[in-house]
């Protein structure tokens, strides 16, 4: 019982940053590559690995390789998922970020 509760702590804290709350809730929606993820949050390709690195170290998010791309989900089957869904539902969708870069001409295409 006190290992849940110090799993689900550590998943807020992990939640408690503006960039890995949004990413998680983009991910709810579409996948996405660490390129498209740099273009939307104008930061560099190392700050955005190393929160991809820590959702993915705490199991809510897997990565599958397409070609030489690696491509982000939400991992759907992470023990405490319905936790982060309770969350993420109370959230607003993130969807516009992708539609301003296909708007602007930027969105990548990393298949």
Known sequence: MEQEIERAANIFKLLGDKTRLTMLK?????????????????????????????????????????????IYSLNRNQELFSLVQGLLEHLPNQDFYLEQLEEQGRRISCK
């Not at 991910?27 to 560099?44: G, N, P, R």
């Not at 700050?47 to 820590?54: E, G, V």
Request: glycine fraction near 4%.
């Open 26 to 70: 983009m991910l709810e929606s579409h996948d996405y590559c660490v390129c498209e993820f740099v273009e939307i949050f104008k930061t560099s390709q190392p700050a955005i690995s190393q929160h991809l690195k820590k959702l993915k170290d705490a199991g809510l998010v897997q990565e599958s390789r397409r070609g030489q791309w690696i």
